[in-house]
C-alpha cells in the first residue's frame, strides 16, 4: 500500500509539472562552427586532395595530401560588457576526410554581440595537461609529439608533394608543433635547450550571437606558404618539427591563414 | 481537462506496474557480463575498446567463440580452422608467407596478427580495410574460394547438427537456432580478448624493466623524424598499439599487382595503400608487409633505409624516397631492430586463455 501512495504522489507530481513553464533561459544557446579550407578563395574539395596543383607563393607546385588542424578554446568575448565565454574544449579538423568540420563548443552564451576568437593549436596549459587526452592518443597517426621534442601535441599537419628545383616529385611534412630548439641534433632525451609556446590566437571578429548561429571558419592554407614569410619548400620541407626556427616562422606566417567566413541565423 | 486525462493516464500506468509487480516476470535470459582485461596504461591513454552494444562481452560467448577459433568444422572439408592460419605462437599470425586454404591453394596477402583489435577505432579491419566491423570481418574466410572455401548454410547446418553447439550457442545468445550472425559474434568476442600490453617497453613504463643503451637509443631513432620517423604511423611510448590502423603505401613498389585498399575505395588516390601492422610481437609475426615479402626485421629496415620506390600513392611521410630512404647508419639500424623488439610480449604468446 504504501508503495501505491508513494508512485500515486510521484504521478501527481510529474502530473502537475506538466503544464507548467519549463525553466529554461531561452536566450542562451550553442554556437555552431563549421570549418572550411581554401587555397587563395579556390575551395578544397576531397577530390582536390593529391589531384588538383596549387602555385604557393615560392613558385613550386605542390598537392595536398592532408591538411588536419587543432583548434582549441574557442571564446567569446561580449562586446557590450566584456563578459568572457570560453568553452575551453578543442576540436581536430581532419579536412580530407571531412570530419569534425562541424563543432559546437560546449558553452551556452546569452544572445548579443560578441568578439570570436580561438586558439590555433594547443597553448601550454593545453598542451601539457597531465594524463593528455586520449581521443587525441587515439586519433590521426597519432596527434602526439615524442617527448624529446617537448612533447604535448601536433596543431598541424599538412602533408603533400611539390616539384623541387631538380624538378622531382618530391613530399614535404609541414608539421606544426611548439618550437623546440636544441643544443644538438638529431633530437635525443638530453638535448631540448628551450620550448616556446608557439599556437596562437585568432580573431575572428564581431559576430551577432542569436538562438541559433552558425558562423564558418575560413583556412586558406596557401597563407602558410605566403605571409609574411615566403616559404621555400625546397630548403624547408621535411623534418620541420624539431626545426626551432621553421616553427617561429609558420607562427608568423599562420596569422593570416584563418578568417570569418559566412554566418548563419 | 488536459491535466485531468494525464493524472488518469499516469494512474492507471502506475496500477499496471503495481499489479505486475506482485506476480512473478518472466525472467529473461542473458549470459554473464565479461569485462575485457585491458591494461591500465591503456585505459589512462587511449579511447575505450570498441564493444559493439549488440554484441557485449559474455563469459559463455567468449568460450563459445574459442571453441569455434579452434574448430575444424568452419571449413568445407573440415581441414583448416581459423587457428590454422592465426597460431598463438606467432601472436595469431602466420609463419608462411601465404597461408593455405583448403584446396591447397594459397591466398595473396600473409595472415595478420590478432592483437588489440578491440582498439581498432576505425573499424577498417584485414589489410585492405574491406570489413567494417570485427564481426564483419569474420564473415570473409568462411567463404573465401582460397581459405576456408564454405558456405554458411553448410556452417549452420554442420553446428546445428553437433552434439555440443545448441546448448552452447543457446547459453551465449539465449538461442540454440544457430546462424551465421552468432557465429561472428561469438569468435569476435574471442578475438576481442587477445590484448597484448605486456612487453618488455610495456615494463619499462611502468617502471619494472629498464632499456639497454642500444634499446633507448632505437628509441630515439624511431622518434625521430629525420631517421626512422617511425611514430607517425606506429606510434610512441605515449600510445599502446604501435599502429595507426590507418593505411599507407610505403613505397614497396612502383607498379601494384595487388591494389590494396583501392580495390575496396575504388579510388585510384588509395591503389597500393594497405593497413599499417602494429609493431607489437614483431618476435613471432614474421614474414612482414602485407605480402610476407620480408622475412627478416633487418629486411624491413633496409626498406625504409635504403630500398624505398617511388609510385604516384606513396605517402608523403616516406622521406628521400629519390635516394632509396634515408640511409640509416648500421649502428642506428641495429639499435632500431634492439629497440622494436622490446615491443613484444612472450606473456601474450603463452597466455592459457588463448590455449586450445
Request: charged share 20%; net charge negative.
Amino acid at each position: 500500500m504504501k508503495k501505491i501512495l508513494l508512485l500515486l504522489s510521484l504521478g501527481l507530481i510529474a502530473a502537475s509539472c506538466n503544464d507548467d513553464e519549463v525553466s529554461i533561459n531561452e536566450e542562451e544557446a550553442n554556437v555552431n562552427f563549421r570549418f572550411s579550407q581554401n587555397w587563395d578563395g579556390e575551395e578544397i574539395e576531397n577530390s582536390d586532395y593529391e589531384n588538383t596543383t596549387y602555385v604557393n607563393a615560392n613558385g613550386e607546385s605542390m598537392t595536398l595530401s592532408k591538411v588536419n588542424y587543432l583548434i582549441s578554446d574557442i571564446t567569446f568575448t561580449s562586446t557590450s560588457n566584456g563578459t568572457v565565454f570560453d568553452s575551453g574544449d578543442y576540436n581536430l579538423v581532419l579536412a580530407r576526410e571531412g570530419r569534425n568540420l562541424e563543432f559546437t563548443p560546449s558553452v551556452q552564451i546569452p544572445e548579443g554581440e560578441y568578439t570570436v576568437s580561438f586558439t590555433f593549436g594547443f597553448d601550454d596549459e593545453d598542451n601539457d595537461k597531465e594524463g593528455g587526452y586520449p581521443d587525441l592518443n587515439s586519433e590521426d597517426g597519432f596527434w602526439n609529439v615524442p617527448a624529446p621534442l617537448g612533447g604535448g601535441y601536433h596543431y598541424q599537419r599538412i602533408e603533400g608533394t611539390y616539384i623541387n628545383s631538380a624538378s622531382n616529385v618530391t613530399s614535404f611534412q609541414f608539421h606544426t608543433v611548439r618550437a623546440n630548439k636544441h643544443t644538438t641534433l638529431p633530437p635525443g632525451p638530453d638535448t631540448l635547450e628551450e620550448l616556446r609556446d608557439t599556437s596562437f590566437s585568432v580573431n575572428l571578429g564581431t559576430v551577432t550571437i542569436g538562438s541559433n548561429t552558425t558562423i564558418e571558419v575560413k583556412a586558406n592554407i596557401a597563407e602558410w606558404f605566403k605571409n609574411p614569410i615566403t616559404w621555400d619548400l625546397n630548403s624547408r620541407f621535411e623534418v620541420l618539427m624539431p626545426n626551432f626556427q621553421a616553427q617561429l616562422d609558420m607562427n608568423e606566417n599562420g596569422a593570416t591563414v584563418f578568417s570569418l567566413g559566412e554566418i548563419t541565423q | 481537462m488536459s491535466r485531468l486525462k494525464n493524472i488518469f493516464g499516469l494512474l492507471f500506468f502506475i496500477l499496471c506496474l503495481v499489479s505486475c509487480s506482485d506476480s512473478e516476470p518472466e525472467e529473461e535470459y542473458t549470459a554473464t557480463p565479461l569485462a575485457l582485461e585491458v591494461p591500465a596504461f591503456f585505459e589512462s591513454s587511449i579511447l575505450p575498446p570498441v564493444i559493439p552494444a549488440d554484441n557485449p562481452q559474455t563469459v559463455e560467448g567468449v568460450a563459445l567463440g574459442k571453441k569455434l577459433f579452434f574448430d575444424r568444422i568452419l571449413s568445407r572439408d573440415n581441414s583448416i580452422s581459423c587457428a590454422s592460419c592465426h597460431r598463438l605462437q606467432n601472436a595469431f599470425s602466420d609463419p608462411r608467407q601465404f597461408s593455405i586454404g583448403v584446396t591447397g591453394q594459397e591466398g595473396i596477402r600473409n595472415s595478420m596478427p590478432l592483437q588489440n583489435l578491440a582498439f581498432n577505432f576505425n573499424e577498417k579491419f584485414n589489410w585492405d580495410g574491406s570489413a567494417n566491423s570485427l564481426e564483419d570481418q569474420m564473415f570473409g574466410p568462411v567463404t573465401n574460394p582460397v581459405e576456408m572455401d564454405n558456405t554458411w548454410t553448410n556452417v549452420e547446418n554442420s553446428l546445428q547438427n553437433d552434439n555440443e553447439y545448441p546448448e552452447l550457442f543457446r547459453l551465449a545468445f539465449g538461442n540454440s537456432r544457430i546462424d551465421s550472425t552468432m557465429v561472428t559474434k561469438a569468435l569476435a568476442q574471442f578475438v576481442r580478448t587477445m590484448i597484448s600490453g605486456n612487453s618488455k617497453f610495456d615494463q619499462f613504463l611502468n617502471g619494472t624493466a629498464t632499456l639497454t643503451p642500444e634499446e633507448e637509443n632505437g628509441l630515439n631513432v624511431f622518434l625521430d623524424e629525420g631517421r626512422g620517423d617511425c611514430f607517425h604511423c606506429h606510434g610512441l611510448p605515449e600510445t599502446p598499439l604501435w599502429t595507426d590502423n590507418a593505411f599507407h603505401n610505403n613505397g614497396l613498389d612502383e607498379f601494384f599487382e595487388d591494389n590494396g585498399l583501392g580495390d575496396v575505395t575504388g579510388d585510384p588516390r588509395d591503389f597500393g595503400l594497405f593497413k599499417t601492422p602494429s609493431l607489437r610481437n614483431l618476435s613471432y609475426t614474421a614474414p612482414y608487409m602485407h605480402d610476407g615479402r620480408f622475412a627478416t626485421i633487418d629486411e624491413v629496415i633496409n626498406h625504409y633505409s635504403e630500398g624505398l620506390v617511388f609510385s604516384e600513392t606513396i605517402d608523403p611521410l616516406m622521406k628521400r624516397v629519390d635516394e632509396g630512404g634515408v640511409q640509416l647508419t648500421e649502428e642506428d639500424k641495429a639499435d632500431l631492430k634492439a629497440f622494436l623488439l622490446t615491443l613484444s610480449d612472450p606473456s601474450f604468446i603463452s597466455n592459457p586463455d588463448f590455449q586450445q
